[in-house]
């Protein structure tokens, strides 16, 4: 299954919550489920972000169109900067070999 994993700065906490409590009809309209909120525990003003996502190549075109459409509307509005992830080891399988695999230490 593929992911977006985006990062806000300079929102509150609180904002973004209620932002994507507001979003969510649409966004699952669109495939995109939030799974994980988090704050950057270094820096309070920073948000990230993940949503499970259906089709990935859709969402990457719908996230560009709106987020160029917000950019039009208000030039200063800030929005995530997006990272898209596809599955490299989804098996349960592939996970086994991973995860039992010792990773190499560097010294």
């Known amino acids: 299954m ?3 994993l ?3 700065s ?12 507001k979003d969510a009809d649409e966004h699952a309209r669109q495939g995109m ?4 909120l988090w704050q950057n525990a270094d820096d309070a003003a920073e948000v990230f972000f993940l949503f499970q996502v259906k089709d990935l ?6 996230m560009k169109q709106t987020h160029a459409k917000a950019r039009e509307e208000n030039p200063d509005v800030p929005l995530p900067t997006l990272t898209f992830l596809e599955d490299a080891c989804a098996s ?5 070999r ?3 695999s010792p990773l190499p230490v560097q010294p």
């Open 92 to 96: 349960v399988e592939c996970l086994r």
């Open 57 to 62: 190549a859709q969402c990457r075109q719908r």
């Open 6 to 8: 985006a990062k806000l």
């Open 10 to 21: 300079g929102a509150p906490l609180a904002a973004i919550k209620q932002q994507l409590e």
């Open 33 to 36: 489920y939030l799974k994980h």
């Open 2 to 4: 593929a992911h977006i």
């Open 98 to 100: 991973y995860n039992s």
